[in-house]
């Protein structure tokens, strides 16, 4: 059996810079379209120069043009209307991090009240940029999430032309918080499709799966699952595939990130044809996200993958992927510009 995927994207994803770069960005480039490249870099991509150098640096490092890094620029709460209309061109979107929250966000957001953050997102709300939201409070590391849903509120109703992505959920709160606003979007991981608390600290501590945000209860993971497989147009697959080098997971004091890309569309597609439809794979993984962020230039990549199992590398350049040593069923076959 051939399955056809158009135009792959993966909406939420870690590329890193340097040595790192080189090593894992042909990873997400062997299977997928484009991909929006988060900007907590040390430090932080926050100028226009940093936007077009961090592009040319992909560019370099990934070598084909049937791929696209969409850019985002790392909020800031001073930025202008006048530096945003001239960054526009270069950006899909922005992301905004509370501070300190996770992997290099020190510089992020301290405070959410509307007053301070008026500037930037009426600037934006004009301009049509998107933000993307880390929506995590520093409360208790199960409920931040959920926390943080009064703030993503706030500011869906202060700004109802914003469109604002509601990044990675992980929880049943976000799903039904959804719905509850028609500028409300979110991206959803392969991991938190699969995993719950209990794969990652139920026995042995697992290092590769541990991330923010943490991944939650079967409850959750069951409405995440039934949103995604739903086809539901406000949703896409987002990766937030975070590589970090193997001494650096393997360590005392974790980094947080689970490194998805070489795995992502082989697992999802397995993951759709046992719960769901290819027809929904498709609305996930290329087809919505192209309807929410309407301005997208999107290459045209058909990628095949067939029922043809594969073992899954121990590493990647010294970083360990999701399944590493392990069989997968579904192998990309065919891969047409
Ligand atoms: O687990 C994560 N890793 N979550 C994030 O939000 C950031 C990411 C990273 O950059 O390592
Ligand atoms: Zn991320």
Do not use: W
């Amino acid at each position: 059996m051939k399955i056809e995927i158009s135009s792959p994207l993966d909406m939420h994803l870690h590329l890193r810079d340097g040595a790192m770069l080189d090593n894992i960005a042909q990873c997400s480039s062997n299977s997928f379209a484009g991909a929006i490249v988060m900007p907590n870099l040390l430090p932080p991509v926050t100028s226009k120069e940093e936007i077009i150098a961090y592009k040319k640096r992909i560019k370099l490092a990934i070598k084909d043009d049937t791929f696209t890094p969409y850019m985002t620029l790392f909020f800031k709460n001073s930025y202008d209307f006048d530096f945003l209309s001239s960054i526009k061109e270069e950006i899909i979107a922005i992301k905004l991090y509370p501070a300190g929250i996770t992997t290099n966000s020190e510089g992020g957001v301290d405070g959410f009240d509307i007053e301070s953050l008026k500037m930037t997102l009426d600037a934006m709300s004009e301009l049509e940029i998107p933000l993307c939201i880390h929506g995590e409070t520093n409360g208790f590391v199960m409920d931040r999430e959920s926390e943080f849903i009064p703030i993503y509120e706030k500011i869906a109703t202060a700004f109802p032309k914003l469109k604002i992505i509601m990044e990675h959920i992980t929880s049943k709160d976000s799903v039904q918080a959804l719905d509850r606003f028609e500028n409300l979007y979110a991206t959803i991981t392969l991991h938190h499709l699969i995993i719950t608390l209990d794969d990652v600290a139920g026995g042995m501590l697992k290092p590769h799966l541990f991330c923010k945000p943490i991944a939650k209860r079967p409850e959750d993971r069951f409405a995440l699952r039934k949103l995604a497989f739903s086809g539901h147009p406000k949703v896409m697959f987002g990766s937030d595939s975070a590589p970090h080098p193997q001494h650096a997971k393997e360590s005392c004091g974790c980094a947080a990130g689970v490194f998805t890309a070489p795995i992502a569309l082989q697992v999802l597609t397995e993951l759709f044809l046992q719960n769901s439809t290819i027809e929904n794979l498709q609305k996930f993984v290329s087809d919505n996200a192209r309807n929410i962020y309407s301005n997208i230039v999107i290459p045209s990549k058909i990628v095949t993958l067939e029922k043809r199992s594969f073992i899954v590398p121990s590493n990647y350049g010294g970083v360990v992927p999701m399944f590493a040593n392990e069989e997968i069923p579904f192998s990309i076959v065919d891969i047409k510009g």
